[in-house]
């Protein structure tokens, strides 16, 4: 997130003490896409009359904890402290490095000369990273300390800063997007109140800006933007191979890179982002409620006055209410999520026990009824086993018929979802990669999570869902087809891997 309040009249929505303490409007940009990572979170602040120009505050927690948000007085100060003109924030969900305050963003280099003193907030992923990492370490005298891309990013950055000359921010960008393979998106800020915010020419991550008047900001996720109350008509999304920048007061979108297509991560709009958000002009909520009807369409488990659609709460909602609307089967929750636990698939380790914390069945909704459960994916299955036991042991379901508004997810994510090993998936266990979805492989999937019966959405729906052409969306878990030289290379190490393990081939030896 970055906002940043330019010479001009107060704008509406500055906070109460004027455009100087804009930087308050953080926090409240991170908690609305707070659910793209809850490891972490931070912000850095520029203060154009004070002698640390740029100043950063970041902790592990989320960002409720992080800025003491649950006590006013603690949170007032700590924002008086770091108020200022501009200010950029990030919400950390790990794909590599450590779970430590080390790890969170932004990252800050400091340095004597103002252009070369800055701050940044990365989210993607580098396909290429291991390769950057050891040109970085062949240089003599050169050391990395920590085991992530967003380190090897800041050394990138900080070359294109080095040397007698004031390169200008396009040209850095240009540079590095000639280096980087894969995922990134970027927020920079610099002391001399340059900002940037880029994002990369596929366009596989999300961002979106707002302008009005003298006041910008921008988010990964359109709903922070219109939540800090940014009209609708004033709410852009950033092109690929484009950056909004900032520079002498003046605010430009230029194009540093050209964009040879588009490769929209699809999971963005099935399970990363906010309902509420609009992703490069599609709905994520219009996307759900199609996703919902095409599971409808496909279905073939006949329906009596005992068959209920459950949602697994609360990505799959909008699935689950479009298919029970269309099917004319009440839709009913009939498991409770505790709202006060993390998204279990972003969360890390131990997702069994995190799952049993996290739901609730009701016996009272559920007993003796046939449960069709709609989920939005099936990566690991550890979520999906445990609420299958919970449903019958707990709930009383007499049988559970699982649905998911996916198709199986077969190959690792190597731009920013942390899926990055085959093993790591539960498709491939029981099918290859261009293997048919056949009705016996499904009922061995079923068996192998507890359900009377499982079904995934055909492939083609995704693209008819999200309504965008297949050849602009990133379908790679589910297809193998990486949109950059470096995600095939890692695909193919990775099959490499497995057959030397013995596995490749034999979907897994079940």
């Known amino acids: 997130a970055a ?51 740029l100043e950063t505050y970041k902790d592990v927690g989320t960002v409720t904890e992080v800025f003491q948000l649950n006590h006013q ?6 924002m008086d402290r770091y108020a200022g003109v501009a200010a950029i924030g990030h919400v950390r969900y790990a794909t590599c490095g450590g779970d430590d305050r080390g790890n969170a963003q932004p990252f800050e280099r400091h340095h004597i000369e103002k252009h070369k003193w800055f701050a940044f907030g990365f989210n993607g992923q580098l396909a290429n990273y291991q390769e950057l990492r050891q040109e970085i370490l062949s240089q003599p005298n050169f050391h990395l300390a920590r085991d992530t891309d967003t380190e090897v990013l800041l050394h990138l950055i900080s070359q294109q800063l080095s040397g007698d000359r004031l390169p200008r921010l396009i040209d850095v960008l240009s540079v590095l997007s000639q280096r980087l393979d894969g995922a990134w998106n970027i927020v920079f800020l610099n002391a001399q109140g340059e900002m940037a915010v880029a994002r990369d020419p596929l366009g596989i991550r999300p961002l979106c800006y707002a302008f009005d008047g003298s006041l910008f900001a921008a988010a990964s996720e359109s709903v922070a933007l219109a939540n800090l109350g940014f009209r609708q008509e004033h709410i852009r999304n950033v092109p690929p191979g484009h950056a909004v920048l900032i520079q002498n007061g003046q605010l430009e979108l230029v194009e540093f890179a050209t964009s040879p297509r588009r490769a929209h991560c699809f999971f963005e709009w099935i399970y990363f982002a906010n309902v ?80 049993r914390m996290k739901y609730t069945p009701l016996p009272e909704v559920l007993a003796g009824k046939r449960v069709i459960l709609v989920e939005d994916t099936i990566v690991r299955s550890t979520t999906m086993k445990v609420l299958i036991s919970q449903l019958k042991d707990r709930g009383q379901a007499k049988e559970v018929h699982v649905r998911v508004a996916c198709p199986p997810i077969l190959s690792p994510c190597f731009y920013g979802i942390d899926m990055t090993t085959i093993n790591q998936l539960f498709a491939p266990k029981f099918m290859n990669l261009g293997d048919p979805l056949t009705p016996e492989v499904e009922a061995r999937m079923a068996d192998a999570i507890g359900a009377e019966s499982l079904r995934y ?54």
Do not use: W
């Open 3 to 53: 906002i940043y309040h330019l010479p001009g009249e107060p704008h509406r929505l500055a906070p109460k003490g004027g455009p100087s303490q804009v930087s308050r409007h953080i926090p409240r940009l991170l908690l609305d896409i707070q659910n793209r990572g809850q490891l972490a979170a931070g912000m850095t602040v520029y203060r154009p009359t004070h002698p640390q120009l």
């Open 73 to 78: 007085t603690d949170a007032t100060a700590l």
């Open 276 to 355: 509420a958000s609009t992703l490069d002009e599609r709905s994520v909520y219009l996307t759900r409620k199609r996703l919902g009807e095409e599971l409808a369409r496909q279905e073939t488990l006949t329906i009596d006055e005992n068959t209920i659609v459950v949602p697994v709460p609360d990505t799959a909602k909008a699935a689950a209410d479009s298919m029970a609307f269309t099917l004319k089967v009440p839709s009913v929750e009939g498991l409770m999520r505790n709202r006060y636990m993390g998204r279990t698939f972003i969360e890390g380790t131990n997702r069994e026990d995190k799952a």
């Open 457 to 510: 959405l055909s492939f083609e729906s995704i693209a008819r869902s999200i309504d965008l052409p297949s050849t602009s969306i990133c379908q790679a878990c589910l297809d193998g087809k990486y949109p950059t030289s470096a995600g095939k290379q890692l695909y193919q190490l990775e099959l490499d891997r497995m057959h030397i393990a013995g596995v490749q081939g034999r979907a897994f030896d079940r």
